[in-house]
């Protein structure tokens, strides 16, 4: 069953194979790396796509505080 499957994954006994089309999409989505880009965090699609969400409030925020203490690691870290 599902529970003894996550256990064992848990536990380091199990390896992760997945069978069918959606859990080959879900790995896949676990696996892409979207971060914030004044914080340390993982962005979902929404996320990325608003520029009004709570993620993106947020790391604007982090821009802002980041602007205060340096202005040029704002510079460095916009690319």
């Given at each position: 069953?599902?529970?003894?499957q996550?256990r064992?994954?848990?536990d ?7 069978s069918?089309?959606q859990e080959?999409?879900?790995?896949q ?10 914080g340390s965090?993982n962005?979902?699609?929404s996320?990325?796509a ?10 604007m ?5 980041a602007t205060?203490?340096?202005g ?8």
């Amino acid at each position: 069953n599902n529970e003894k499957q996550m256990r064992a994954l848990m536990d380091g006994e199990g390896n992760m194979a997945p069978s069918t089309e959606q859990e080959i999409a879900d790995l896949q989505a676990a696996f892409a790396i979207q971060p914030a880009p004044f914080g340390s965090w993982n962005m979902c699609d929404s996320c990325i796509a608003s520029d009004a969400g709570p993620s993106a409030n947020l790391s604007m925020r982090y821009r802002d505080l980041a602007t205060a203490v340096d202005g040029e690691i704002v510079t460095a870290l916009s690319g």
